[in-house]
């Protein structure tokens, strides 16, 4: 059944004019969820000026300004704004590139509620839309030394096109070897501390006494490329992405015996004799978490590497049997600049306020979001877009019309 159109610009200042604070003095949308009207407008009166939400909390008669999670729109000259689900709300803005034009706004997502749990005041999140779909990321965990690092970059080698590497922030002094991001993100740990605080961490945690995190723009980079993202944490790491909304596949790399273990990393030459005691000593919680917490879908033991590799390769569907060929990346939509949208059933049609001449294909677009996967904190993925012709006797006019 159709629905009719929800998608309305107003100045909001006029409705709410009657004792309420505004800040925006620019372009405004208001959305009603529930007992809240959610603003959406800019807060100055550039032509490009960053966006900004105030919460009208009916029940409480009150304007809330709500803590802003996730990376919001950068570019900002007005929008349009659409219920779903009514939990988030898909914002599509004007004048952006054909990659940076659909957002959503999530007001009472899963996410967002336990934000809210988490910190006890009003939370909204963004996240960004795009098109397509990316494979499950594979989290490969496992002690220090038992050898992640060497069977990621045989599958790397191997598969180039088809696997990209998480790139982590850690707070440890780079190995001699080691290049700034491109082994890891070195940073000073009161930055990363910020950075977690604002929410742009998917994982993160204190191992062997320096400070590791798989940041959401790092697994989101390698999905946007097409690639399938894989990570190499901790296991206290590859709990806490097992209970965050990342659905991917867990493996643990267990040693053949904390001897070899130790062997390997004095081998390596890396640590200090005092840190490779460290690190033996955290390997054996860490085995006993990943034989027994239930955290990973595969064990696989790393004594002969070619074999433990060619087990890897097998159960990531590489042994031959399946189709190799990476996810094609996300596409950017192109949109006209002004535009009105409005919803039928998960349809949302965007049409051009001002036809555009000479670039029929720009009047009317449809986004399907009857398939979206993903979300606040990290992208909105599964959008659907379709091209309506304008003229649909176009091609017969043009004479390439075929009768079949
Ligand atoms: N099956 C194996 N047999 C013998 N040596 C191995 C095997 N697998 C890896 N190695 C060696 O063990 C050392 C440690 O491997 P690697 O650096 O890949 O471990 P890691 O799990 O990534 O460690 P960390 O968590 O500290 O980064 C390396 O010198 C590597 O060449
Ligand atoms: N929880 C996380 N653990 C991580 C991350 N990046 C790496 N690691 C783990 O840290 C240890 C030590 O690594 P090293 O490079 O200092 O030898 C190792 O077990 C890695 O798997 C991360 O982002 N999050």
Redesign the pocket.
Known sequence: MGEAPVFYVENLKDRFSNGFNLRFKGFETSIDVGDKTFVIGSNNNDSISSIEVQIYDKSRRKWVIPTVLGTEPKRYEGHSAILLNEDRIMVITWGSTPDDCIWFLEVDTEYVKQQKKASGTEVIAWSKGVTGDAEKPVVI????GVG?GTLINMLMKEFPTMFGFSV???T?APRSMEKNGVH?HFTERSIMEKDIKDGKFL???S??G?L???SIEAVEAVADSGKRCI????V??AKSVRASSLDAVFIFISPPSIAKLEERLHLRGTETEEQIQKRLRNAKAEIEQGKSSGIFDHILCNDHLEKCYDDLKKLLGLDGTTPTNPKPSSKGINLPSKHAASKINNKILVKSETPASGNPSKNSIVLDVSLLKGGAPGRTRGLNVFTIDPNPFSDCLNGIHKLS
């Open positions: 965990s496992g002690p220090s992640k982590s922030h850690t440890r890891y994982e993160f945690a191992v062997h320096n590791y995190g798989t990570l190499d944490i901790d206290q790491g």
